[in-house]
Structures are given as C-alpha cells and as structure tokens.
T-cell receptor
C-alpha cells in the first residue's frame, strides 16, 4: 500500500514552454501533498505544500506564478512549470501524506530537461 | 536558521557495519527521518525517531539525541544493494497546518566487495 505515482517520469521541452507534472496517491487519500526539487548531488528542497481544496503554501524564494500547483482532489496534485528555462532543469519529486500521519510517501520523481 | 549536516560520502566493505551521522540545528523539531535514495529514484522510508534512543529494524538502526541535535543511522551486514544516498530529514514544528521536512544533503555510501 501507500503508493504514489508521478507522470511523466521524464520530459524534455523547449525554453519558454510550460510543463505539467501529475502526482497521484494510488491507494490512499492524501490531505497534504508536497513538491520538492532536487539538483544533482544536492538535497531535496521543499518548493511548496498543497492541501486539497486550498491554495498552496510556497517556500521562500519559490515563485508562485512560475510554479503553479493545483490540488484538485484527495488523490491528485499537479505542478505546472510555466515558461520553463534551462535553469529549471531538475528532478521534481512529490510526496503525499495520508491524514495527519507523520510519514510521507514519495513519488518516483520527474526529470525535467529544458533545452 | 535551518541546518542539517551529514558526511558527503562514505565507503564500506560488504558484510561490515557503517554508521552515518547527522547533526541538526532547526527552529523546531518534531521528529527525525532517515531515507534511502538510489540514483534517479525517489527516497524510500527507513526510520523515524521522535524520542531519544535507539530504534532497531532488521539490519538498520537509528539513534536520536535531541539534547545534542544528533542522530545516526547504523547499517549492519552491508550488502552491495545498500550502495545509495542516505538522507537525514528533520520534521519541523507544526506550522500553518502542516509539518514540513527539512532534508540534509545526503550521504553517498559505496559498498565494495
């Protein structure tokens, strides 16, 4: 149990285009979902936290207009990278937390490459 | 500020024991996690400590001292498949309706035959 999926697993796009990444909790309802970014050989950096039915909470330094997050249901959150640039190339990982439990379950990640 | 320190790299021999240390200075504390992450994959949960002491789970054990801001992950009977990055993460205090995780940079462990 407690499986989180992400789609796509990798994407290559041209500079200036927008990319949408989906995060789904397959066998549980996720009240809260988290979006992280990880650059090579670096740690996971929390970008934002989304709660179903409310606006996402962004970490300091993360542009909310560039990284649009929608938590439309208890099993789906989406991250849209708008007007992507090469510096946005990274590994994007989501996690989901059921209810008020302490554990987060991570998705397999999406590798974004912007040319 | 928030700071989590762990060694960048470690090497060990198959069958041996290795200890990965983590020290933290965070504004709040509501538990400490250890995750394993293979290259290009998502982190997988290993352990969670919220009280001082040792938690043992098979070949993996994790220790926490809150007064010292210190934790370690102990891996016994190392196997080649244990070669991965090990991430220490502190759960921040409850704020704004949720607890967020603050990750260390990770320790890359290489297990040799």
């Amino acid at each position: 149990g407690a499986v989180v999926s992400q789609h796509p697993s990798w994407v290559i796009c041209k500079s200036g285009t927008s990319v949408k990444i989906e995060c789904r909790s397959l066998d549980f309802q996720a009240t809260t979902m988290f979006w992280y970014r990880q650059f090579p050989k670096q740690s996971l950096m929390l970008m934002a936290t989304s709660n179903e039915g409310s606006k996402a909470t962004y970490e300091q330094g993360v542009e909310k207009d560039k990284f649009l997050i929608n938590h439309a249901s208890l099993t789906l959150s989406t991250l849209t990278v708008t007007s992507a640039h090469p510096e946005d190339s990274s590994f994007y990982i989501c996690s989901a937390r059921p209810g008020q439990g302490y554990e987060q379950f991570f998705g397999p990640g999406t590798r974004l490459t912007v040319l | 500020g928030q700071n989590i320190d762990q060694p960048t790299e470690m090497t060990a021999t198959e069958g041996a024991i290795v200890q990965i240390n983590c020290t933290y200075q965070t504004s709040g504390f509501n538990g400490l996690f250890w995750y394993q992450q293979h290259a290009g994959e998502a982190p997988t949960f290993l352990s969670y400590n919220v009280l001082d002491g040792l938690e043992e789970k098979g070949r993996f054990s994790s220790f926490l001292s809150r007064s010292k801001g210190y934790s370690y992950l102990l891996l016994k009977e190392l196997q080649m498949k244990d070669s991965a990055s090990y991430l220490c993460a502190v759960r921040d205090s409850y704020s704004g309706g949720y607890n967020k995780l603050i990750f260390g940079a990770g320790t890359r462990l290489a297990v040799h035959p």
